[in-house]
């Protein structure tokens, strides 16, 4: 048994003294005693007060950190008072440095606290466990998660925009729900993946179906990013006296997206565009648009269908307007493929890395 005691003595005279001690184990004496004796070998000395080891002076060189930080956290009989030195705290700090950029981490910013060193990172990197658990064991380091490196995080948004197009003039009728094809499969392998299906939608049905374009963006949370397919185009109005008036404005899809982390899930705003110009008999153009905006949930690696624009198209559009033959997107986009109107459905799929 060990604890505090006290002894109370009746002497002849009828007065009485009181005396406290404090009984230790022979067992906690001994690893009190033990761990004191092995810190001398590194020139750290302490005090023994009852069953506690009281150590006042300065850590100052790292093979002394290397041996006191784990007791600590082991012995709880341990009470360190002192200091862990800069210099000592500076060369354990450029170590974790050096291990994250070996390992291509950049994101890191460490400071003492007492004789702990703590550190912040990404979230990313904190699920790194493979790589963080042999700088804990080694160092003995804390790491936390900071949101002010949360908020400089690149993340990778790769984006894939498919169009389909029906030849026989009639409006498309289908969406990617009806289609036996995964969007990864679509992500991965665009156009060619449709082609593929074995889906009566579309083997019953003339389709053109192509990749407009795929896209890999670097996105930060609460930073705005635009992706623009098209190109801007001189437009000409007639003036009142019969004069032409040229303009340049942009015609094609144009895409915002905001990205924003809410909890442990990430949530993209986004509002497309699709201007485009449009010819009139007297050889005016003018531009004409439609635009929506909408958000979504969406978890890392895992593909979601962004969003889909219908319009339809028109092969005289192309002869009105020998602009949309000189840039390849622009005609993509807004020339039939037929000599007849004909509808489009513009479906983007995107996925979080």
């Known amino acids: ?69 784990p007791l600590l956290s082991k012995n709880k009989s341990i009470i360190f008072k002192g200091e862990l030195k800069d210099q000592v705290a500076k060369k354990i700090i450029a170590e974790i440095h050096h ?4 390992n291509y981490y950049d994101d890191i910013r460490c400071q003492k606290n007492k004789i702990d060193i703590h550190c912040f990172t990404n979230e990313e990197i904190l699920k790194d466990i493979k790589f963080l658990k042999p700088l804990q064991n080694k160092l003995m380091v804390k790491f936390f998660l900071s949101q002010r490196f949360e908020n400089i995080l690149n993340h990778k948004l790769e984006m894939r925009i498919i169009q389909i197009e029906r030849m026989d003039g009639k409006e498309i009728n289908f969406g990617l729900d009806q289609v036996d094809v995964g969007l990864a499969d679509l992500l991965d392998e665009g156009a060619s993946a449709l082609a593929k299906s074995q889906s009566i939608v579309l083997r019953d049905t003339d389709y053109n179906v192509s990749t407009l374009a795929t896209q890999k963006i670097l996105l930060r949370t609460s930073n705005k990013t635009t992706v623009q397919m098209g190109s801007d185009i001189p437009f000409t109005t007639t003036t009142n ?17 905001l990205l924003e982390k809410i909890n442990n899930r990430y949530k993209v705003k986004y509002a497309t565009k699709l201007t485009r110009p449009m010819g009139q008999m007297n050889g005016d153009t003018y531009i004409n648009g439609s635009a929506q905006e909408s958000s979504f949930l969406i978890e890392k690696g895992i593909p979601i269908q962004m969003f889909e624009i219908d ?10 307007l020998p602009i949309l033959g000189q840039v390849p997107i622009l005609g993509k986009l807004f020339s039939s493929s037929t000599k007849f109107k004909t509808y489009k459905r513009i479906i983007a799929i995107a996925k979080l890395k």
């Open 99 to 102: 291990h994250f950029f070996q």
């Open 1 to 69: 048994m060990q604890g505090h005691s006290i002894v109370t003595l009746w002497l002849n005279s009828g007065n009485k003294k009181t005396f406290e001690f404090y009984v230790l184990s022979k067992s906690g004496q001994f690893k009190v005693l033990e761990a004191l004796n092995n810190l001398r070998h590194f020139d750290i000395n302490g005090e023994i007060k009852g069953d506690k080891l009281i150590i006042t002076q300065d850590i100052t060189t790292l093979d002394q950190y290397l041996v006191l930080r």
């Open 241 to 257: 006296n019969n004069g032409n008036n040229t303009q340049w404005r942009f015609a094609g899809l144009k895409i915002e997206i």
């Open 311 to 320: 319009l339809t198209t028109d092969d005289n559009a192309g002869r009105r």
